[in-house]
């Protein structure tokens, strides 16, 4: 059963959440989302108020095209709100330009996205060190060794798209948005082709990401069994966006599984 915490409602329109402390990394004021259909107006997002923060791990929920993809997008900075506002890690997105946008997204989001984000050309260390590149840094390889260690994939650094399995790309495109430190992870159905033990696993990384690294991870998911190791639950349906809370089991997650290779 899913807990429902009742929303802070501060303005006539739209709905606003609870905000817990912690630095805000996503803000977003009165944001709607509207897509013409011949003479007719589809909202897909009606007008939502909330705020994300530092070391947090969110999850977004809901029916096939209730809505979520796009706030995910319009969160990460790919599409633009109909009205409303959003800023992201302090900057307001309506006042950057195309190529301000683009350098925002590689410096401070991750993104893991249901198709395979990966370079087919490139190895999993080659695409960290072309992370570490382009972001005019040294390549950190014993934090690419920890990271790889810790979501079971060290067998398949030298590896290539194309020769890994669906779960192992996914585990790799984790492990590049994770390298590059972002202030968020925009995670969509990345547990959906692993199985019980990896996906717990995966759920704890983005877990000790948000309070280690005090990254915001954001996790599109449909699959029940994480809910309960997030901080806050964000239910959509018909493009209307309500906020329920789950306590995490940290116990729980001290006795999970361990993910097989493969």
Same mark, same amino acid.
């Given at each position: 059963?899913?807990?429902?915490?009742?929303?802070?409602? %501060?303005?006539?329109?739209?709905?606003?959440f609870q905000e817990p402390s912690g630095k805000e990394v996503v803000h977003f004021t009165e944001v709607y989302k509207d897509f013409p259909d011949g003479d007719d107006?589809?909202?897909?997002?009606?007008?939502?108020?909330?705020? !994300?923060?530092?070391?947090e791990f969110i999850s977004i929920v809901g029916p096939s095209g209730s809505g979520k993809s796009t706030l995910l997008t319009i969160m990460g900075g790919l599409q633009?709100?109909?009205?409303?506002?959003?800023?992201?890690?302090?900057?307001?997105?309506?006042?950057?330009?195309?190529?301000?946008?683009?350098? !925002?997204?590689?410096?401070?989001?991750?993104?893991? !996205?249901?198709?395979?984000?990966?370079?087919?050309?490139?190895?999993?260390?080659?695409?960290?060190?072309?992370?570490?590149? #382009?972001?005019?840094?040294? #390549?950190?390889?014993?934090?690419?060794?920890?990271?790889?260690? $810790?979501?079971?994939?060290?067998?398949?650094? %030298?590896? +290539?798209?194309? $020769?890994?399995?669906?779960?192992?790309?996914?585990?790799?495109?984790?492990?590049?948005?994770?390298?590059?430190?972002?202030?968020?992870?925009?995670?969509?159905?990345?547990?959906?082709?692993?199985?019980?033990?990896?996906? !717990?696993?995966?759920?704890?990384?983005?877990?000790?990401?948000?309070?280690?690294?005090?990254?915001?991870?954001?996790?599109?998911?449909?699959?029940?069994?994480?809910?309960?190791?997030?901080?806050?639950?964000?239910?959509?349906? %018909?493009?209307?966006?309500?906020?329920?809370?789950?306590?995490?089991? +940290?116990?729980?997650?001290?006795?999970?599984?361990?993910?097989?290779?493969?």
């Open positions: 059963m899913i807990a429902r915490i009742s929303p802070r409602s %501060d303005q006539t329109h739209g709905t606003t107006i589809i909202r897909a997002l009606s007008p939502t108020s909330f705020s !994300l923060h530092s070391g633009k709100p109909t009205g409303g506002s959003v800023r992201l890690d302090g900057m307001d997105l309506s006042s950057l330009s195309s190529k301000q946008l683009a350098q !925002l997204r590689f410096s401070s989001i991750g993104f893991v !996205l249901q198709s395979s984000s990966l370079v087919p050309f490139l190895t999993l260390e080659e695409h960290l060190k072309l992370r570490s590149r #382009y972001a005019h840094e040294a #390549y950190n390889a014993r934090k690419a060794r920890s990271l790889m260690k $810790e979501l079971g994939i060290e067998r398949i650094r %030298d590896k +290539h798209p194309a $020769e890994l399995s669906g779960g192992e790309r996914q585990r790799a495109a984790i492990c590049v948005a994770l390298f590059g430190n972002p202030a968020l992870i925009l995670a969509d159905e990345p547990t959906a082709s692993l199985d019980t033990p990896r996906a !717990l696993a995966v759920s704890d990384i983005f877990f000790q990401a948000a309070r280690r690294e005090k990254t915001c991870v954001v996790m599109v998911t449909h699959d029940e069994r994480l809910l309960g190791e997030c901080d806050r639950v964000f239910t959509i349906e %018909d493009g209307h966006t309500e906020e329920t809370g789950f306590p995490r089991n +940290h116990a729980k997650s001290r006795d999970r599984p361990a993910a097989a290779n493969g």
